[in-house]
């Protein structure tokens, strides 16, 4: 059995063929990103869906839900690196991050909940389901994520570097389902969302994780109430900056665009683009 399913892409320009052969690894490729979007009407629609639907909606799900559309769009950023050739993921699956901090004073673990065809979600699906996985995290009821994270505590640190890169090989580059060794099945999928605005920060960007083999990572920043211009006035708004950093090995500035368009026009209409209220 397959660690994923993938189908390989056939159609690569020879920019795309230039910048594999170009970039050995995620190490190098890295592009950043920040686009500051309008929050009122997010906010404001946050508020009413927490009373239409009794769930506790969040601007971290907004923006999974919004990725998940962008690349749905934009199916040529839903893919991996195999052997220098692209290959695209026939499901759109999503991860964010969660912080742990049940093992004492100063101990402070990161994982990650994984939201797999998100695409086909609706809002209040995708909301109960990222809270589902984010309570098995922190209540440690997640037997893979466990299993995992026990093997991993189990390898010293100076073999951490070597351990890692052939997990990466072998799960991603080889396509192995390594579950029977309790290595979770796509934990990290091909996005990862981590809210840093829930740190205060504003602007901040992540590094991509090679091994996970996920080629975007998207940090929310906190909303802050800012002066905008609306028409010829200068008025009260919020707004909120998104941070993205991407694998420019096989993502570039189009692939950027059309998924910055469709998180926008999203989270700037989300009564028009979300489920009803």
Known sequence: MAHLDLIPKKDVSSFRKLAIGTWQTAYDPTVYGTMRIRMEKALHYIERFRE?????????????????????????????????????????????LVVQTDQGDGKVDLTAARIADADQKSLKEMAAEMQDAVDK??????????????????????????????LGFLMYTLNLDLSFLGMPKDAFGGVTITNVGSLGLDIAYVPLVPYTNTPIFVAPGAVQDVPVVE?????????????????????DGFHAGILAKTVRDMMENPFERFDPV
Do not use: W
């Open 52 to 96: 239409v639907h009794g769930v506790r909606l969040t601007v971290t799900h907004l923006v999974a839900k919004a990725i998940a559309e962008g690349l749905k769009k934009c199916p040529d950023a839903n893919a991996i690196l195999r052997f220098n050739k692209i290959y695209l993921r026939k499901q759109i699956t999503l991860s964010v």
């Open 137 to 166: 995290v922190r209540q440690r009821k997640d037997k893979a994520l466990e299993e995992s994270k026990g093997t991993i505590g189990k390898i010293p640190f100076m073999f951490m570097n070597g351990f890692l890169k052939l």
């Open 231 to 251: 028409g010829d006035k200068v008025v009260p708004g919020k707004v909120m900056h998104l941070n993205a950093s991407f694998d420019h090995r096989f993502i």
